[in-house]
């Protein structure tokens, strides 16, 4: 069974604040997906990564993905209170059926 | 158009009693995962059905736990005798998969259901 261990666990910031948190596993993946999830509300899809050195931006989230497709990051610049949430990230397992996810870094933004 | 829908939001049972969760998927969408959410614990995969293939169950925690997919649409996951470790947050999704989208298409979730077993 793949795991994805995702660091840190938990991030509080103040607002205006960059940060990164991290992805990482033993295992090559074909692509990752991040996801963010608010209280009460399902996962919501961000970016999905294929290319190893593959870096996606999205508005104030940068998105990349390891040369070797073992690792991710998500760096946020100038975080903003709306930015608080669970980051997930997840990745096909080896029969491509469903996604494994990490347990995932919870970010809360204070004004 | 309507997204993923869960029903109900929360349920709070006695230890023992037989539970029912729901699941619509988005129309159109072929595969359906459950998956459990537990503090601190991350989302764990619980079954997964995709057309009329047979669905994989490898994430059930036990025969008390069982889910059925009937029309190719609605979906309702049963627990049988619960216990009190299976409060949890049990979310659904759904997602378009093609041959050439593999393990690359998102997936879209509902906003779960909350199981207190008390």
């Known amino acids: 069974t793949q795991l994805l261990e995702q660091s840190p666990q938990f991030l509080s910031i103040q607002e205006g604040e960059n940060l990164t948190v991290y992805c990482n596993s033993s295992?090559?993946?074909?692509?990752l997906q991040w996801y963010r999830q608010e209280p009460g509300e399902g996962p919501v899809l961000l970016v999905t990564v294929v290319t190893g050195g593959e870096v996606k931006k999205l508005k104030r989230l940068t998105f990349q993905f390891g040369d070797a497709r073992k690792d991710s990051s998500l760096h946020i610049t100038a975080a903003q209170p709306g930015d608080t949430g669970l980051y997930l990230c997840?990745?096909?397992?080896?029969?491509?059926?469903?996604?494994?996810f990490g347990k995932g870094t919870m970010l809360l933004v204070s004004p | 158009g309507a997204g993923v829908s869960q029903s109900p939001s929360n349920k709070v049972t006695e230890k023992g009693k037989d539970v029912e969760l729901r699941c619509d998927p988005i129309?159109?969408?072929?595969?359906l995962y459950w998956y459990r959410q537990s503090l601190g614990q991350g989302l764990e995969f619980l079954i997964y059905f995709q057309g009329n293939s047979a669905p994989d169950k490898s994430g059930l925690p036990s025969d008390r736990f069982s889910a059925e997919r009937t029309g190719g649409s609605v979906s309702t996951l049963t627990i049988q005798r619960t216990q009190q470790e299976d409060s949890a947050v049990y979310l659904c999704?759904?997602?378009?998969?093609?041959?050439?989208?593999?393990?690359?298409?998102?997936?879209?979730f509902g906003n779960g259901t909350r199981l207190t077993v008390t």
């Open positions: 997840a990745a096909p397992n080896s029969g491509y059926s469903t996604l494994t």
């Open positions: 999704a759904s997602s378009l998969v093609t041959r050439s989208s593999g393990g690359e298409s998102p997936l879209h």
């Open positions: 129309s159109g969408h072929t595969a």
């Open positions: 295992s090559v993946f074909s692509s």
